[in-house]
């Protein structure tokens, strides 16, 4: 092969890997992205829910995120106030550092510095995170977490816990300690 064939043969083959990586950049470009972020942001948030022409349910947060799937993440935390039947009075609250509605599950999840109130019954639970299922009426915690109850009488710790929506009526799953409020301290002893 002559030198002009040499040469021929190498351009060709220069060309070639050109067009080929040429290829594959333009196939890199055409891969679509998605986006999983929230679809729209809402500040100061109050969400009130009724049933029968009568409030039930208010939610106050100071950020929503809406996302494609339903699920709504409140970032600046949230607070749910229950109310009586009639909407006159608040029966319970849950707030909470931070929330998520996992629309499938109509599930509530909450985290950092959980606190839970019965208004009317004087209890308050503290825990780092809980769940509230709106299908069930049910406020629980996984069966590790650590839970404070505070009535006006003992404070009750443990390890899990399951209550009704309300929080008149819950069950500490691995109880720790119950200290009754109203008992004077034991007198130190003197030598």
């Not at 109050?46 to 970032?75: H, T, Y």
């Not at 009586?84 to 629309?103: L, M, P, Q």
């Not at 959980?114 to 209890?123: A, G, I, L, T």
């Amino acid at each position: 092969m002559n030198t002009y064939g040499r040469h021929l043969l190498w351009i060709s083959g220069l060309v070639v890997l050109l067009l080929g990586s040429c290829q594959k950049q333009a196939d890199e470009v055409v891969k679509p992205v998605s986006y999983t972020g929230p679809l729209i942001e809402t500040e100061n948030v109050l969400m009130l829910v009724s049933d029968s022409a009568k409030l039930r349910i208010r939610l106050k947060a100071p950020l929503e995120q809406d996302f494609e799937n339903g699920d709504q993440i409140f970032p600046k935390g949230l607070s749910l106030t229950f109310l009586s039947e009639d909407g006159s009075k608040v029966v319970n609250t849950i707030e909470a550092n931070y929330g998520k509605k996992e629309k499938a599950k109509s599930l509530y999840i909450v985290r950092g510095n959980v606190r839970v109130s019965n208004v009317e019954k004087q209890q308050r639970m503290n825990t780092e995170e809980a769940f509230y299922d709106t299908g069930k009426a049910l406020i629980y915690t996984k069966e590790t977490t650590e839970v404070r109850v505070t009535t006006p009488t003992e404070v009750l710790t443990g390890k899990g816990l399951t209550a009704n929506q309300d929080f008149s009526r819950y069950t500490i799953l691995t109880p720790t300690g119950v200290f009754d409020v109203n008992s004077a301290p034991a007198p130190a002893s003197s030598r």
